[in-house]
C-alpha cells in the first residue's frame, strides 16, 4: 500500500540547506542577489568613467585646451593663461549711484581684453564654447559674496531677440555655475516690449529707454541675486532690481562678470 501512495504522491523537490529550490529557483535567487547586483552596477560605472576619461583625451589632441584670448596652451577646457587673466581680473563691489534699487553689485573683471571679445562673440557670433570660460572666472569668486542667496534671476532679454539669437547669454554664461553651487534658477523676469541697446543712450536716455521695460513672472522673496553679462551704469539692474522688490524680494544683490565702472 506504502508503495502505491508513493507512486501516486510523488515527493515534491528537495530544496538545499538554504530552501532554495532546484532548477529555475536558483537561477532566480542568484539575478536577484543584491552583492551580484552592486557589483554589476559598480562595473557599470567604471565603464562610463573609462569612456569618459578616453573622449576627454581624445577631445584634448584633436582641442587642445588654450587660453581664448592668445590662444596659449592650458592644461584644461575654460582655462586662461596666467598673463591674460591679470588683464582682466579686478574683483570688487562696484559703486551703484544714488536711488537705485540694487542694494549692491559685484564684477569680477574689467571689460577689456580677451573678456570683452567672449562676451561679444557669445552675444553676436553664438561663440557657445565660451561658455566654460566665463564658469573658470565664475569659480573663483569670493564664496562669502554668495551668503543666503534665495534666487539667482537673469536680466531677461526680450521675446524677439531671444527667438532671433536662440538663447539668453546670461543664462549661457551663468548656469552652470549655479547649479554647480545649488544655486536655486529662477526666470522670475521678462522684457514687455523691445528696448533700444543701451551702449548707444546717455545716462539720461538709458533710464527712459528701460523704464517699464520688465514684469514679475510671479511673486518672488527674500535675497535675490540678479545676474547679467556687463554692468556700464546700471539702469537696467536698477529697473530690474526695482521690480524684483515689488514682486516681493526684500534684497536684490547684482552680480555681473565685467564692468568699466569703479
Known amino acids: 500500500t506504502q508503495s502505491a501512495l508513493h507512486r501516486n504522491n510523488p515527493s515534491p523537490p528537495t530544496r538545499d540547506n538554504r530552501g532554495r529550490g532546484a532548477g529555475t529557483g536558483d537561477g532566480i535567487a542568484q539575478r536577484s542577489n543584491p552583492s551580484a547586483i552592486f557589483l554589476a552596477g559598480r562595473t557599470l560605472a567604471q565603464g562610463r568613467i573609462m569612456l569618459k576619461t578616453i573622449w576627454s583625451a581624445a577631445c584634448d589632441l584633436i582641442f587642445p585646451p588654450c587660453c581664448p584670448s592668445c590662444k596659449a596652451r592650458v592644461s584644461a577646457h575654460g582655462e586662461w593663461c596666467d598673463v591674460c587673466l591679470s588683464a582682466i581680473w579686478q574683483v570688487r563691489e562696484v559703486g551703484i549711484p544714488a536711488g537705485s534699487a540694487l542694494d549692491r553689485c559685484y564684477a569680477l573683471c574689467r571689460y577689456t581684453g580677451g573678456l570683452k571679445k567672449i562676451i561679444r562673440a557669445i552675444k553676436f557670433h553664438g561663440g557657445h564654447r565660451y561658455a566654460a570660460h566665463s564658469l573658470y572666472l565664475l569659480e573663483r569668486m569670493p564664496q562669502d559674496w554668495l551668503e543666503k542667496i534665495d534666487l539667482t534671476v537673469p ?16 543664462e549661457l554664461l551663468f548656469r552652470q555655475w549655479t547649479e554647480r553651487n545649488n544655486l536655486n534658477w529662477c526666470e522670475a523676469l521678462r522684457r514687455t516690449r523691445e528696448t533700444t541697446p543701451q551702449w548707444e ?14 514684469t514679475a513672472t510671479h511673486p518672488v522673496a527674500g535675497h535675490i ?30 552680480l555681473v562678470l565685467a564692468s568699466e565702472a569703479e
Do not use: H, M, W
Open 155 to 170: 536680466v531677461p532679454l526680450a521675446d524677439a531677440r531671444l527667438k532671433t539669437r536662440g538663447y539668453n547669454q546670461t
Open 201 to 214: 543712450l546717455t545716462l539720461t536716455e538709458r533710464r527712459k529707454n528701460i523704464k517699464g521695460a520688465f
Open 225 to 254: 541675486l540678479l545676474v547679467d553679462d556687463i554692468y556700464t551704469t546700471g539702469t537696467t539692474l536698477s529697473e530690474c532690481a526695482r521690480v524684483l522688490k515689488k514682486a516681493g524680494a526684500s534684497r536684490v544683490t547684482g
